[in-house]
């Protein structure tokens, strides 16, 4: 069964620091997709990222970047030089085909907090 | 072009009530996602609608919680005697087609209070 784990619940950040959120899955398929959203304080969550099974090159977009490791089943997220506009919930998402359906799973969600 | 659209924004009913939520996808998506998230949790999904396919209502969490959808538009999600427990909000979610690398595209909720 498909499975995501964001094990950080809460993370709290001074500005300007680097933080990671981990992302583990669990999946028995050998094509499915990653994703990370993002849901700010008003509350609609926004995509931030894709990355599929068979890529594993780490891709940065200014201060992001994600780090996706097939060997340990883990896509996880980095925001270098932290700003108080990251604070958010952020969700990583597991996507694979079923039978002509979509079939995502969301993990719990990290909240991080950024402290000016 | 316009995003995803819910109402209302807020709902707020007595326990026992029926409530139906609205939800008005991206045009030409085919695809619609109903989710709840309560207070400071995750995504709970509830129901899955793909073109004219049947829908996958395996997140649904009791009878008495029902959606309907008319072809690849409006969806509209009913939730019937409503308890306290049904107090959260509830996200709707379209993509473009059932392909696994579709991403979502989310509404900004109905927040519903079951007083």
């Known amino acids: 069964a498909q499975k995501v784990t964001q094990a950080q619940t809460e993370i709290s950040v001074v500005e300007k620091e680097d933080v990671t959120l981990d992302c583990v899955y669990e999946?028995?398929?050998?094509?499915?997709?990653l994703f990370w959203y993002k849901q700010p304080p008003s509350g609609e969550l926004v995509f931030l990222i894709r990355?599929?099974?068979?890529?594993?090159q780490n891709e940065i977009s200014g201060r992001y970047s994600w780090n996706f490791q097939k060997s340990t089943s883990s896509f996880n997220f980095t925001i270098t030089a932290s700003q108080v506009v990251d604070s958010a919930v952020y969700f990583c998402?597991?996507?694979?085909?079923?039978?002509?359906?979509?079939?995502?799973?969301f993990g719990t969600g990290t909240k991080l907090q950024v402290i000016p | 072009g316009a995003g995803v659209s819910q109402s209302p924004s807020n709902k707020v009913t007595e326990k026992g009530k029926d409530v139906e939520l609205r939800c008005d996808p991206i045009?030409?998506?085919?695809?619609l996602y109903w989710y709840r998230q309560r207070l400071g949790q995750g995504l709970e999904f509830l129901i899955y609608?793909?073109?004219?396919?049947?829908?996958?209502k395996s997140g649904l969490p009791s009878d008495r919680f029902s959606a309907e959808r008319t072809g690849e538009s409006v969806s509209t999600l009913t939730i019937q005697r409503t308890q306290q427990e049904d107090s959260a909000v509830y996200l709707c979610?379209?993509?473009?087609?059932?392909?696994?690398?579709?991403?979502?595209?989310f509404g900004p909720g109905t927040r519903l209070t079951v007083l």
């Open positions: 979610a379209s993509s473009s087609g059932p392909l696994a690398y579709n991403e979502q595209f």
């Open positions: 999946t028995r398929d050998t094509t499915y997709y």
């Open positions: 990355r599929n099974s068979f890529d594993e």
């Open positions: 998402a597991l996507s694979e085909a079923r039978g002509g359906y979509q079939k995502v799973t």
């Open positions: 045009s030409g998506h085919t695809a």
């Open positions: 609608f793909q073109g004219n396919s049947a829908p996958d």
